[in-house]
């Protein structure tokens, strides 16, 4: 159920990197329950914007707060207690090769938490089940799997804390049009049954439009004017067909556009 506070709250945030701005005045507040997936082309500061909500980038101006507290203001024990109510599903899952499955699922319970070896077990069991790998995968390496697979033990990994919110880094990136549902799936059984907040970095319109609430569009900074705002789009996805701005139907659709006549340009030039 989405309630109306926000948990998580970006308010005019700006990201620097020596000289290169990649965030301007981004405000978005997502209510706890949503799923917000965040889209845009390649370098508009998708991985960025996730990076700063969860604490790993620091904002050059504005404020991030997560359940109303900003990371700048907490000790490291506390940030280090305020990351585990976050799950991260990496791109292309992230796991550590030299780990089996069950040691990379394990991971983070081992790091934080003091629960028994039985409880954490009976734990990472439930959530195999939950995203539909059998026993067997336990003792493989990363390596052994296929792509789908690494990403649902990736999913697995996210929960085991029982996060109350999961950050998405193109969960379906390099997967068959098939697994991708099952990703996106699984992505909504998470949402429903652990009753998390999502924000979903993808770039594959379908998990847009199936899974998330409300859909976030993000514009390179180099392609706008000073006074521009930097989200081209903020709504449900059952709007992204409506909009009247042309960067956002040519996003949606695929369509490379006037970038074709820029590519023969710069060749030319
Ligand atoms: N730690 C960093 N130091 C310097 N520059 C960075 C850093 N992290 C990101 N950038 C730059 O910020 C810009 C945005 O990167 P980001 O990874 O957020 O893009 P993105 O929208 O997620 O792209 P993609 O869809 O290709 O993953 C890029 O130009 C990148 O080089």
């Given at each position: 159920m989405v309630s109306a506070s926000p948990l998580i709250d970006l308010q005019n945030l700006s990201v620097r990197f020596g000289r290169q701005?990649?965030?301007?005045n981004v405000s978005i507040s997502v209510p706890a329950g949503q799923t917000l997936a965040v889209i845009g082309e390649s370098g508009c500061g998708k991985t960025v914007l996730l990076k700063t909500i969860i604490g790993l980038v620091q904002p050059t101006a504005g404020v991030v707060e997560f359940d109303g507290r900003q990371f700048v203001n907490l000790s490291e024990r506390d940030v280090s207690a305020q990351r585990t109510r976050f799950g991260f599903v990496f791109q292309n899952a992230?796991?550590?090769?030299?780990?089996?499955v069950a040691e990379n699922i394990l991971f983070p319970l081992k790091q934080h938490r003091s629960s028994n070896d039985a409880d954490q077990e009976r734990a990472m069991h439930s959530l195999l089940t939950e995203v539909g790998l059998p026993n067997t995968v336990l003792k493989k390496y990363p390596a052994e799997l296929s792509g789908g697979m690494r990403k649902r033990v990736g999913l697995a990994r996210a929960l085991i804390m029982r996060p109350e919110a999961v950050l998405y880094d193109?969960?379906?990136?390099?997967?068959d049009p098939i697994m991708s549902d099952v990703i996106n799936e699984l992505m909504m059984r998470t949402r429903d049954k652990f009753e998390v907040t999502s924000v979903i970095v993808t770039h594959d319109m379908n998990t847009a439009r199936k899974v998330a609430d409300r859909v976030v569009m993000l514009y390179p900074l180099?392609?706008?004017?000073?006074?521009?705002?930097?989200?081209?789009f903020d709504g449900p996805p059952s709007a992204l067909d409506a909009s009247t701005d042309r960067r956002v139907t040519q996003f949606i659709r695929g369509e490379a556009g006037d970038r074709m006549m820029e590519l023969s340009e710069q060749a030319g030039g």
């Open positions: 701005t990649v965030l301007r992230a796991l550590f090769d030299s780990m089996t193109e969960p379906t990136t390099g997967l180099n392609r706008l004017q000073p006074d521009e705002s930097q989200i081209l």
